[in-house]
C-alpha cells in the first residue's frame, strides 16, 4: 500500500480545497480566516492591533541573503508566476499591477536587486557520489519530511537502488495507476487528515547543495515562522538530503572515480554487527584499503565502498589484515570477518570470481592503541601482494549549479527601487534600509475592516490591473469574501485550545499526532514512518504517539525539552520530532499543560520502598521492565523501549500510576505489557504483590533518574563491579576524588550512604540512592578518582568536627587529620554491619559511627560520637562543630536547616546537644562538648552525642 | 667463612633424600583449589592461620579464610569471608597472638578476631605515617619481621598521576618500630613486589625489571642501601632519612660500574634473565619444611606474576653478600602468581591474579597447592662459587663417564645497564673457557674450573648431554648464578 506518486499530484489539488474542506472543524475557524491568514492579508490591509494575533501569519522569508542561495535566472521566472514554479507557497504575482511590456524589465531589476542580498551566488561544482545520493533519498523518506512533503517514491520502490527504481517506474507509467481520493479510504480512521503532500519546487535550477544544506540545517534563520522546522540533521545528512534534491544538477554521466569512497565515523563499534547502519559520518576518497589519514585516531569507524576490478577470472584468496576489527564484502556477501578488539591479525578467505568489477565494501573500526587495515590478494597469475589502488574504483561526479552572472549594478539600483514601490517589503525583508520603511506601494491595499462587500474592486476581483495576482479560485474567494463580511464581529483573543487547534493545523502536527479524534499518519504515509531494526515495538515504535491527554502524561519540562529543545527518548524511530523554535511553539508546553488534567494519584501514606523499587524494576523477583526498556543507556534485555533513567524527570506520577495500572487505558496502542492481571503482580513476593504498592515503588526508583541503581539482571560492562547493599552494609576502599586516597565509601540497603576520609577521619560525603559502582577501582590497574553516581550527593564542609578552642567562638582551625593533632586508629567492622571509625587526639579518643534514618519519606544518617578524654586536664575545651562554614536556620526546637550544595539538609539534635550552641564570629555554630567523669573509672571523662542528618 | 658454612649446611641434607623413583611420577602435584561461584578472588595476600587455616586477602580488599585445605580432599575446602573495605592489602603477617598484620596503601594494619568467632573485627592502625598520592601503583608490600623484631615493608614507586600530590617515601624500604614509628631504610626501590626474611634473620626482596632494573632482582635489604632507581631519591634530603644521600644516579653504565660509582649502591643476590626466569617475581619462602617438600630444604622458592611458574633459587655469602643462582623450578600454574606460602604439610600454597598485567595461564586469578610425591627430579641442586670456578651438586648421582668431559658445559657471562630504559639487554657477554671437571668422590657433584670469572655479572650454566647414573637427562639444564663476590680462597668442603 505505497503511495502513488501520481496520486499525489492529484491530492496536491485536493489541498488546496483542503483549506475550505477541512480547516473548519477543528477550530471553528471559517475556512476563509484560515486562507486569510496564510495569505498574510494583514500585511497590506491594516487590521487594529487587538485582531493582529489571531490573524498574525507566517513571516515571509527573510530575503537578507538570497543572493547567495538562489540563483538569480530562478528568481527571475519565479516572479513571473510564482504559483507556477511553487503551488504551495504563499507568494502572490506582484507583478500583475504592472503593465504587461514593462513586467520583463521589472522581473530583471528585481532579481537583480535580490542577487546582490548577499551574492554572488556560488559557481562552484559539488562533488559527490551515488552512495551520498541513496544516504540524501533513504533520510529524506525516513526522518519525517514525507509528513509534509510529497514523497518521490513509493516507499516500497526504496529498497531498490535509485536507478533500479527509476527504470521500474519508467516501464510502469504512472498513467496506468488508478487515482483514489486519500478520505475516501476504507476504514479510515475519523479525523485523519489527507497526507500535506507539500509539493517541493523542482531545486536544480533553483540552488546548489551548499546552501540548500545551510537551509535544512538552520530553516529558522530564513524563514523564522518554523513552518519548515529543523529536522535535527547533522550537517552530512543535511548535505546528503541536498545532494538528492539537487541529483538533476549531475552534470555529466557518472563517472567511475579511482579508489574507494570512505565514510568513516567517530565512536565506539566493538560491540556492532557492522557499520552498515551508519549514516553521514566524514566522507571522502581512498586510494586503497588503508587506515589512511586517520592513522593515530581512537575511537572510529571506517567504511570503504566501491569495486574491485579482478583481472582474471578464476579462484583468488584475499587476506584482510587489521587492528582492531574489520570485515570484507564482495558483491554484497560477507567474505571474511575479523570483528572485534584486537591486535593485528591477518584472516583469509578463497572464492570464485570472474574477471571485472565486484562491488566491495570493507568496515573496519578502531578502539584505542596502535591500528592498520590492509587488503592483499592472490589469484591466476597474481602472488600474494597488497591490492594496489588501481583495482579499485567507485562511482563520482560533480553537481554543477546553476549558471549566475553577477548582476548589473545600475539594475541592482532600479531593482531595489521597484522592490519598495511594489510594497514587497510589506512582507520580506531584505537586510537593508528598505526594511525600515513603513508597508507602501503599489500592493498595499486598504484596511481589512474597509473591505467588506468590495470584492469587485480588490484582489478577490481578479483585476491584475491594480492588485497583485493571488489566483484564488471561485471558492477561495467565497470563503474569503464571507469572513470579510462578517469581520466587523470577529472576536480578537483566541482561547488556548483555538491557538493550539490552529498551530498544529498550520504547522502540520496533525498529520503525525492524532489529538481530539483529529489527525494521525494517514495510511498512505505510514510505510515512511520506521522503526529502526530490532525495535520490536509495532506501531508504537514507529509512529509518533497520540496527544491526547499529553498535558497531563509529560511534566511541563519534558514537553518543553521535546518541543524546543529537541530531546528525543524514541531512539527506535527513525522519524525525528521537527523542531518549530521556540518563539512559534515554546507556549504549546503551557497550553497543553493547562488544558489536560493531571491524573490523579494514590493519596496513600508515604512508605520508603526505592530499593525495592529497584528490585521491581530488574529480572530476579522483580516485574522486568529492563526486559523491554532501556537503562540509563544501557540497552534492554530485548525491545528497546524508552529509557527507564528518563521516565522520573519525564511523566508525571498520576499517569504513570494509570499506566502500569491498565496500559491499555492510557494509551490505546501500546505495547506495554499488562504487570497487574487482575490484581495480580508478576512479582508476587514484593511488597506482598500488592500492585500500588508496587507501583509506588517503582516510581520512587524511577524517581532517581540516572542516579537509580542498576536494577538486578541489567548487564553493562560495570554490571559486574556494582555493589549492591542489598541485605547488608556493604564497604569498599578507594580514592575518592575531591577528598581522600584513603576512602572508605559505606552502602547501607536504606539507599543513604557516605564516603569516610580515613586518612583524615572526616566525614567527606554524602549521598543516596545508587549506591557505588568499583569498576574505577576493581577493573585493570583501576586506580580511579571515584565519585559517588547517587543523587543527592552532599560535601560535607570542610574542617574536623572536633577541635580543642580556648573558647568556643575562637576561629575554627582548617587543618585537618595529622596536622590538626589527630591520629588515625582505626575502625571496628563486622563485616555487613556499621563500622565504627576510631580516632584521637591528644588525651581524647573518639568513637565515630553512622547509621540510617528515614524520617517522613526522606532518608536521613544519624552520627553519633563517643568521646573519652584520659584525665580532666583533656576533657578541657572540646567543641563540636557539626556544619562547619555554614549558616543554619533554627526550624524548631532542636531542628536546624542549611542548604549544602544544593540540597536543603535538616539537622536534628540528639543527646549532647542539650545545651544552646555558641555562634562563632562567621555565625557557625558550635556545640561546648559536657564531659563528664566515666562511672567506671571518675579520673577519665566522656560524653556521648548524636544528631541525624536527613536530606 | 662462617657463613658460607652456614649456608652448605642448607645444601647438606641430600641424604635425607629418598632413593630414585621411577620417573613416571610427576615429582610435585599441581592441585587448583575450588573457589566460591561468582566470586572474584584475586590474590593478594597468604598466610596460614590457627595453624591449618588458609588466610587469603584480596585485590578487591577483602580478606577469606580458607578451611579443609590440608585434612583430606583440598577440593572439599570451605570459604568464609572475614573482612571486606581494605585498600590493596598486599602482605600478611601472622603473629603470635593470631592477629594479623597487613599491609593496605595508606598504612599498615592489625586484624584483630576479639570475639573468636573465626572472623576479624576491627582493623587497629599500626602506622600511618605515609601519605599517598593516589596512583594505582601506590602498592606497599609486607611487612616482614626483621632479628630485632621490627617491621619491614616495600613501597612501589607511582606511575604518572598523582591527584593527591606526590608524596615521600616511594621506592623505599620503611621500617616500624614498636612504637609504631616509621623509619625509611632503603631508597632506590622500583617495584618490590616480594619481601621476606631468610631463616637466619636476613631480609630480602624481589624487584621487577623496567626502568633503572635492568633485570628482574632479588637483594637483600641493608638499612642505607640504594638499588638503582632515582625516583624516590629526593625523599633522602627528609630529616627522617639518616643515612648519607645515595647521589646522583649515573644513566647507561654497567651495574659493576654503577656499584663503583654509587658507594650505598647494593648489588642484587640473584638477577632473573628476562623471560628466561619470569618477568615479574613477586613473593617467595624459604623451604623449612624438612625435605617434605622435597629435596630442596633451605633454599627458595619465587613466583612469578607474568609467567605462572615457580622458580628456584639458592643462596651462600660470599665476602660478605648473599649471592647465589636461580633454577627453573615449575611451570605451568593456572595464572601469574604473586603469593606463596608453606601449608602446614609442607605443601606449597600459591595465590594467584592476572589482574592488571596479564599473565601465562588459563585463568584470572586463583589458589593452587604444589605437593611433593616424594619423586626426585634429576636436577642441578646447588650452584656454589669457587675463587677459579664453580662447584655444581645434583639430586641424583651422575652417570661418570658423560660428567667429566668439559666440553658438556656451556658457560656464558653478562651483566645489565643501569640506566632509565625500560629495562636491559644482557650486555657485554662472554663466553667462558671451562677448563676442566672434577667429579665429587660421591658422584653428586662436580667442580668446574673456569677461565675469565668475572664479578658483577650472572653466570648461565648448561651443561648438555649430561646423565644422571641411570641414564636420565636433566629436567632443565639452566642456572643462572649471580657473581658478584669472587671467593677469595680456595673452600675445603
Known amino acids: ?951 | 667463612m662462617i657463613c658460607f658454612l652456614a649456608a652448605m649446611a642448607f645444601v647438606g641434607d641430600l641424604a635425607v633424600v629418598p632413593a630414585v623413583i621411577p620417573k613416571v611420577q610427576e615429582p610435585w602435584l599441581l592441585e587448583t583449589l575450588p573457589m566460591p561461584e561468582g566470586e572474584v578472588l584475586e590474590i593478594s595476600a597468604l598466610e596460614i592461620w590457627h595453624g591449618d587455616r588458609v588466610l587469603v586477602a584480596t585485590r578487591r580488599g577483602e580478606v577469606w579464610v580458607v578451611e579443609g585445605v590440608f585434612d583430606g580432599d583440598p577440593l572439599n575446602c570451605s570459604w568464609r569471608k572475614v573482612m571486606e573495605g581494605l585498600q590493596e592489602p598486599l602482605g600478611f603477617l601472622v603473629q603470635e597472638d593470631d592477629s594479623v598484620l597487613v599491609i593496605q596503601r595508606g598504612e599498615l594494619s592489625r586484624l584483630v578476631d576479639q570475639d573468636q568467632d573465626g572472623a576479624f573485627d576491627s582493623v587497629e592502625t599500626v602506622c600511618d605515617e605515609w601519605r599517598v598520592g593516589g596512583n594505582y601503583h601506590e602498592y606497599n608490600f609486607g611487612p616482614v619481621r626483621d632479628k630485632a623484631g621490627d617491621l619491614w615493608l616495600t613501597t612501589n614507586r607511582a606511575f604518572g598521576g598523582q591527584p593527591f600530590g606526590a608524596p615521600k617515601w616511594r621506592g623505599f624500604a620503611l621500617r616500624i618500630d614498636g612504637n609504631g614509628k616509621m623509619h625509611p631504610e632503603c631508597s632506590g626501590l622500583r617495584s618490590p613486589a616480594g619481601v621476606g626474611a631468610a631463616p637466619w634473620g636476613d631480609l630480602f626482596y624481589t624487584d621487577n625489571q623496567g626502568e633503572w632494573v635492568g633485570a628482574s632482582k632479588l637483594s637483600q635489604l641493608i638499612p642505607g642501601a640504594f638499588y638503582g632507581h632515582p625516583f624516590g631519591v629526593a625523599s633522602c634530603e627528609d630529616p627522617l632519612w639518616p643515612y648519607p644521600h645515595p647521589g646522583e644516579t649515573p644513566n647507561r653504565v654497567l651495574m659493576p660500574e654503577a656499584a663503583k660509582l654509587l658507594p650505598h649502591f647494593q648489588m642484587p643476590a640473584v638477577w632473573f634473565p628476562y623471560d628466561e626466569m619470569g618477568r615479574s617475581p613477586a613473593g617467595f619462602v624459604f623451604d623449612g619444611t624438612g625435605g617434605r617438600f622435597g629435596p630442596y630444604e633451605g633454599q627458595m622458592f619465587v613466583v612469578d606474576q607474568f609467567s605462572a611458574e615457580v622458580m628456584r633459587v639458592s643462596l651462600e655469602q660470599v665476602g660478605g653478600h648473599w649471592q647465589g643462582a636461580c633454577y627453573p623450578f615449575r611451570k605451568g600454574l593456572s595464572c601469574g602468581a604473586i603469593r606463596v606460602c608453606w601449608g602446614p604439610d609442607g605443601s606449597m600454597l600459591i595465590g594467584e591474579t592476572d589482574r592488571g598485567w596479564a599473565s601465562r595461564g588459563s585463568e584470572r586469578f586463583g589458589l593452587e597447592r604444589l605437593s611433593w610425591t616424594g619423586a626426585v627430579p634429576f636436577e642441578m641442586h646447588t650452584v656454589s662459587a669457587r675463587p677459579n670456578g664453580f662447584h655444581v651438586r645434583f639430586t641424583q648421582a651422575l652417570d661418570p663417564k658423560t660428567a667429566a668431559d668439559p666440553k658438556l658445559w656451556s658457560v656464558a657471562s653478562y651483566t645489565y645497564m643501569l640506566h632509565s630504559d625500560y629495562g636491559s639487554s644482557e650486555v657485554d657477554q662472554a663466553k667462558c673457557e671451562v677448563l676442566a671437571v672434577t667429579i665429587d668422590p660421591d658422584n653428586m657433584g662436580i667442580q668446574l674450573e673456569i677461565k675469565g670469572l668475572r664479578s658483577g655479572y650472572v653466570h648461565e650454566l648448561r651443561p648438555k648431554g649430561l646423565r644422571s647414573q641411570v641414564g636420565e637427562a636433566l629436567v632443565d639444564p639452566r642456572a643462572y648464578y649471580t657473581l658478584i663476590q669472587i671467593p677469595v680462597q680456595p673452600q675445603v668442603r
Open chain 1, 1 to 951: 500500500m505505497g503511495w502513488k506518486i501520481l496520486k499525489g499530484s492529484v491530492a496536491c489539488g485536493l489541498m488546496l480545497a483542503g483549506v475550505t474542506a477541512q480547516a473548519q472543524s477543528p477550530s471553528g475557524f471559517l475556512p476563509g480566516e484560515e486562507l486569510l491568514v496564510q495569505s498574510a492579508c494583514i500585511s497590506c490591509h491594516e487590521v487594529s492591533p487587538a485582531l493582529q494575533q489571531r490573524l498574525q501569519p507566517a513571516t515571509a522569508p527573510d530575503l537578507a541573503k538570497v543572493g547567495a542561495r538562489l540563483s538569480p535566472s530562478w528568481m527571475e521566472k519565479f516572479l513571473d508566476d510564482p504559483r507556477r514554479l511553487r503551488p504551495h507557497g504563499n507568494m502572490p504575482n506582484m507583478l500583475e499591477v504592472l503593465p504587461p511590456e514593462e513586467r520583463s524589465q521589472a522581473r530583471l531589476e528585481l532579481a537583480s536587486f535580490l542577487s546582490s542580498l548577499g551574492g554572488p551566488f556560488p559557481q562552484e561544482s559539488h562533488g559527490t557520489s551515488f552512495g551520498v545520493i541513496e544516504s540524501g533519498r533513504q533520510l529524506f523518506h525516513s526522518v519525517g519530511c514525507v509528513a509534509c512533503h510529497r514523497p518521490f517514491e513509493d516507499f516500497s520502490d526504496l529498497e531498490l537502488s535509485l536507478e533500479d527504481a527509476e527504470a521500474a517506474r519508467a516501464a510502469d507509467p504512472e498513467e496506468n495507476r488508478e487515482v483514489e481520493d486519500p478520505l475516501a479510504l476504507a476504514g479510515l480512521l475519523a479525523g485523519t487528515l489527507a497526507p500535506r503532500n507539500l509539493a517541493l519546487p523542482e531545486f536544480a535550477p533553483m540552488t546548489s547543495v551548499a546552501p540548500l544544506a545551510d537551509f535544512l540545517l538552520d530553516p529558522h534563520a530564513v524563514r523564522p515562522s518554523g513552518l519548515m522546522p529543523n529536522m535535527g540533521l547533522s550537517r552530512s545528512d543535511a548535505e546528503d538530503i541536498a545532494v538528492y534534491l539537487l541529483r538533476g544538477q549531475l552534470d555529466q554521466a557518472p563517472v567511475s572515480a579511482p579508489g574507494l569512497a570512505s565514510h568513516s565515523f567517530k565512536g565506539s563499534f566493538m560491540n556492532t554487527q557492522d557499520l552498515s547502519e551508519l549514516r553521514g559520518g566524514t566522507k571522502g576518497v581512498a586510494s586503497h584499503v588503508t587506515v589512511g589519514e586517520l592513522t593515530g585516531g581512537d575511537n572510529f569507524g571506517l567504511r570503504l565502498t566501491g569495486s574491485i576490478a579482478i583481472p582474471t577470472a578464476g579462484e583468488w584468496t584475499l587476506h584482510l589484515r587489521s587492528d582492531d576489527g574489520s570485515l570484507l564484502r564482495i558483491d554484497g556477501r560477507e567474505v571474511i570477518r575479523s570483528w572485534g578488539v584486537h591486535g593485528p591479525i591477518s584472516k583469509k578467505e578463497s572464492l570464485e570470481l570472474s574477471q571485472g568489477k565486484h562491488l566491495i565494501e570493507v568496515h573496519f573500526f578502531e578502539m584505542s592503541g596502535g591500528e592498520m587495515l590492509k587488503l592483499e590478494w592472490e589469484g591466476p597469475g597474481v602472488s600474494r601482494a597488497e591490492v594496489p589502488p588501481s583495482a579499485f574504483s567507485h562511482q563520482g561526479f560533480g553537481l554543477r549549479p546553476p549558471t549566475a552572472q553577477a548582476p548589473d549594478p545600475e539594475l541592482v539600483v532600479r531593482g531595489s527601487e521597484r522592490f519598495a514601490r511594489l510594497g514587497c517589503a510589506a512582507c520580506h525583508t531584505t537586510g537593508t534600509v528598505l526594511d525600515e520603511m513603513p508597508p507602501s506601494g503599489q500592493g498595499v491595499g486598504p484596511p481589512m475592516a474597509n473591505l467588506a462587500g468590495s470584492a469587485v474592486a480588490g484582489c478577490l476581483s481578479g483585476d491584475g490591473e491594480r492588485n497583485p495576482r493571488w489566483s484564488f479560485d471561485a471558492d477561495q474567494n467565497d470563503a474569503l469574501q464571507e469572513f470579510l463580511d462578517g469581520f466587523g464581529s470577529l472576536q480578537a483573543e483566541l482561547d488556548s485550545a483555538q491557538r493550539l487547534a490552529r498551530s498544529m493545523t498550520r504547522l502540520g502536527c496533525v498529520h503525525c499526532h492524532r489529538r481530539s479524534e483529529r489527525g494521525g499518519v494517514h495510511p498512505w504515509d505510514r510505510d515512511y514512518f520506521q522503526a529502526r531494526e530490532g525495535a520490536d515495538l509495532g506501531d508504537e515504535g514507529r509512529l509518533p504517539p497520540q496527544l491526547d491527554g499529553v498535558g497531563g502524561k509529560l511534566q511541563l519540562d519534558a514537553l518543553h525539552g521535546v518541543l524546543t529543545r529537541g530531546e528525543r527518548v524514541r531512539p527506535y524511530m527513525t522519524t525525528r520530532m521537527p523542531q518549530y523554535g521556540e518563539q512559534n511553539v515554546g507556549w504549546m508546553a503551557e497550553a497543553f499543560a493547562a488544558l489536560d488534567p493531571d491524573l490523579p494519584t494514590s493519596q496513600e501514606s508515604f512508605e520508603d520502598h526505592l530499593a525495592l523499587g529497584v528490585q521491581l524494576l530488574g529480572t530476579e523477583e522483580g516485574l522486568g521492565c529492563i526486559q523491554c526498556h532501556d537503562f540509563g543507556g544501557t540497552p534492554s534485555l530485548g525491545i528497546r523501549a524508552v529509557d527507564l533513567a528518563t521516565i522520573g524527570d519525564r511523566l508525571k506520577p498520576g499517569w504513570f500510576e494509570a499506566l502500569l495500572r491498565d496500559p491499555g487505558q492510557v494509551n490505546m496502542n501500546t505495547r506495554m505489557a499488562e504487570l497487574f492481571v487482575d490484581g495480580k503482580s508478576l512479582a508476587p513476593n514484593v511488597l506482598g504483590g500488592d500492585p500500588m504498592a508496587q507501583i509506588r515503588a517503582v516510581w520512587q526508583a524511577l524517581s532517581l533518574g540516572n542516579a537509580m541503581p542498576p536494577p538486578p539482571g541489567l548487564i553493562t560492562p560495570d554490571s559486574a563491579f556494582e555493589l549492591r547493599p542489598l541485605d547488608r552494609i556493604v564497604t569498599c576502599g578507594v580514592f575518592m576524588r575531591d577528598m581522600s586516597p584513603r576512602t572508605l565509601v559505606v552502602g547501607f540497603p536504606e539507599m543513604v550512604h557516605y564516603a569516610f576520609d580515613m586518612q583524615n577521619s572526616r566525614l567527606g560525603r554524602i549521598w543516596q540512592g545508587r549506591f557505588f559502582n568499583a569498576r574505577g577501582t576493581w577493573e585493570g590497574r583501576a586506580g580511579s578518582l571515584e565519585m559517588p553516581p547517587g543523587s543527592r550527593v552532599i560535601d560535607m564542609p570542610p574542617g574536623m568536627v572536633l577541635a580543642r578552642l580556648d573558647s568556643p567562638g575562637d576561629s575554627w582551625p582548617t587543618a585537618v587529620g595529622a596536622e590538626a593533632g589527630f591520629h588515625v586508629l582505626g575502625r571496628q567492622q563486622v563485616l555487613g554491619e556499621a563500622p565504627v571509625f576510631r580516632y584521637g587526639m591528644e588525651g581524647v579518643t573518639v568513637e565515630e559511627t553512622l547509621t540510617p534514618v528515614l524520617r517522613k519519606g526522606r532518608r536521613g544518617l544519624s552520627r553519633h560520637w563517643t568521646v573519652v578524654a584520659e584525665n580532666a586536664a583533656a576533657a578541657k575545651n572540646l567543641v563540636l562543630r557539626p556544619i562547619g562554614g555554614a549558616q543554619m536556620s533554627a526550624l524548631a526546637q532542636g531542628l536546624w536547616r542549611v542548604t549544602l550544595g544544593g540540597h536543603e539538609l535538616d539537622l536534628s539534635f540528639g543527646e549532647g546537644f542539650g545545651r544552646p550552641p555558641v555562634s562563632s564570629v562567621s555565625g557557625e555554630l558550635r556545640w561546648p562538648i559536657v564531659m563528664r567523669p566515666l562511672p567506671e573509672d571518675p579520673e577519665r571523662f566522656g560524653a556521648t552525642l548524636s544528631l541525624e542528618l536527613v536530606w
